[in-house]
């Protein structure tokens, strides 16, 4: 670059020389996104207030989130492990474990509460051979770990060997250099907590291959999913002296294991008389679909053994997901927002093969072909559809429509479209019916590669059919409490929802529904299905009927329409309302926040009330209820108390440490929320193409939308202290809208926010000023 910029210099272009100098005044090098991304953010314990104070569960303040590495939204990414096990809400990896007993190919829905599954684990050994992942676990130390999204790098102190791991989508690449040499070895083992793993040694091929069936959580749990993760494991050396086990019994010389049945461990060994310093390199192939399958991938993927020549191009394909908001600001703040983008693509996951095959959804064993798009599973939507949904929609709409035909082809498989699907099955994990959303959403910013008439057809079926089957309906087809949310217009008390459901949730069901069956209105109204379309609206106002006019809060209501009798709107376990309090599930109504305004009592009541529900520490972050609340000050006529608390919250409520993510990621919308916080605008009503604004933490913002044009977002004069925006310009014309639509950033142009210390209490005050509702019809672009 210094020969460049003299040669420059010296010819006719100083002025270019001057531009090079100016951007980038120390050293020419700029950093490439992927490297300012800590996977170890949400690893550890949550260190946010809101989770600390609110949290129900141990699991809510763990983050969930560990080191994933591999491509984006990979089929398998690689972890060190620490926890040896598939069980519910235990992710394999937590930063104040201290040791690692294996590396594995993990299926971690992230920042969850489920489960993984159909994973595998290999663990290099120095000396005699230990099985027992509590016994063979090696000490660690994180000053030695290197974690990016492309390479993890870390010394197991106790038996000297240094680790390497690099991933491509379907195939992963392990290096093992053993330092002290001597009796060394490495085991191979199907995490199956219920002992039906497989594993069968090929010498002749240096080869391992096995299975580890997939197992249900929730419903039917224990039961067989249908499919399993299968492996197949290649070495760069001979295998001369290997064996298997059963129950953490070596075997030598045995060729393969399979478990009873009876949670019985199995695995499998290989071992050498090594030189000090010498490497032994592991490439991995993965498949849902069959062994043949998983050799593909690899072959495809992963066809050597250099590790540079994985690391690299997975570094470039993280970069260029990442450059799709490229993003201006302190380094702390760079790793705060790629972080947070890099979380929020590690799921839906792909679950199809190189060559398109899958397993077919829930109870389906045909083999299926996806035929044209990619096809994925892992939708945590009931967390996903409010914004980490909304980004794949705004910044990969190809692979978004890939997702939307995904859910198409398990409802056809299925007969319903799944409310919650993951581990490619159906589950009646959470509340709501949020494929209306995400399918909604995806219509109306113009995406249109999936078949959205059979879409229609199935969305139509679960909120306007009953599901008699009670098997099928446990299992989570269709709406619960449909009936009564038919009938009364609402969900009373005494619909039990379901029998062995230990909450009701009566009033969080009716007010997502009512969202719900307004996604599904703009769907039915772009295809021109206008009974659908006019019923759908009306049951839009649903949450109304939940809305006690007298608190100002949504409140449990019986079938005569008496509410209940004792009532605190700030109770965290009211058995009528999911994860949060009456006051918190109150302002679940972003399709019509106008008429939530007025059901309470007008805008300086309702600004009262959200001041009350920050001020008095009733906000929770850390549950995915509050994630829109802050922004519906914009809605009252009040768009500087957003300004104001947005940065408050992205200030305590994230940090760049292992504990910095305000309770669990779930699938990536506490990352989602946070990348477009910090860009300045926020998706409060996914299903219709508006963004509302905020205060962007970040200097600039450009988003490079592959259907548009570049659009930046820049904050003038932007600082710790000036949060407030004084003024806006967009593409050089006065702003005063306090939301964006999805056609302004696609058209490109350039949104500029003038930033100041003290908020300007008339910028977008006015009433038309305000983002668009349901029983209000504002100025729209």
Known sequence: ????????????????????????????????????????????????????????????????????????????????????????????????????????GTHWLNGSCVQDYGSLTIMPLAGKLVLQPTERGSRFDHSTETVTPAYYDVRLTDSDIRAEVSAHTRAGLLQFTFGKGGESAILIEPNSDEGEGYVAIHPERNEIVGYNPVHRIYQGAGQPAGFSGYFVVQFDRTLTQFGTWTNYEANDGAKQAKGGGRRESVGAYVRWNLKPGEVVRVRVGTSFVDEAGARKNLQSEINHWDMARVRQPTEAAWNAELNRMQATGSDTDKTLFYTALYHANLTPRIVSDVDGRYPGFADDTTVRRAEGFTYYCDFSL???????????????????????????????????????????????????????????????????????????????????????????????????????????????????????????????RTLEYAYDDFCLSQLANALGHTDDHRALTKRAMNYRNVLDPKTGYVRGRYANGNWTAQFNPFALRSSFITEGSPAQYTYFVPQDVAGLIEGVGGRERFVAKLDTLFDGGYYWHGNEPNNQIVYLYAYAGAPWQTQARVRQIVREEYSTGPGGLSGNEDGGQMSAWLAFSMAGLYPVCPGTPYYVLGSPALDAVTINPPRGKPFRIQARDNSEQNVYIQSATLNGEPFTRTYLSHDDILNGGELVLNMGPQPNKNWGSRLEDAPPSLSRTATRP
């Open 1 to 104: 670059m210094q020969l460049l910029t003299l040669y420059l210099l010296k010819t006719k272009f100083p002025v270019l020389v001057l531009f090079v100098l100016l951007i980038n005044p120390v050293g020419y090098a700029q950093k490439e996104p992927v490297a300012y991304v800590n996977p170890l953010i949400g690893s550890a314990p949550s260190q946010t207030p809101t989770a600390k104070k609110h949290s129900e569960a141990g699991s809510e303040l763990k983050g969930q989130i560990v080191p994933a590495i591999g491509r984006p939204h990979a089929m398998t990414t690689w972890t060190p492990q620490t926890q040896a096990t598939e069980i519910k809400c235990r992710a394999p990896y937590y930063y104040n474990d201290t040791r690692i007993n294996g590396f594995r």
């Open 382 to 508: 009931w967390d996903t559809f409010r914004a980490c949904q909304p980004l794949q929609n705004l910044l990969q709409p190809q692979r978004a429509g890939d997702m939307m035909q995904s859910l198409v082809k398990k409802a056809e498989q299925g007969g319903w479209m799944p409310i919650f699907p993951c581990w490619n099955s159906y589950t009646a994990a959470m509340i709501g019916d949020h494929a209306q959303s995400v399918i909604a959403d995806a219509y109306v910013k113009g995406i249109r590669n999936f078949d959205v008439k059979t879409a229609y057809t199935y969305l139509r079926r679960n909120a306007f059919t009953v599901n008699t089957d009670p098997k099928s309906y446990e299992s989570g087809k269709g709406r619960r409490a449909l009936a009564s949310y038919l009938q009364f217009s609402y969900i009373p008390l005494e619909d039990s929802v379901w029998q062995a459901f230990h909450k009701r949730e009566q009033v969080s």
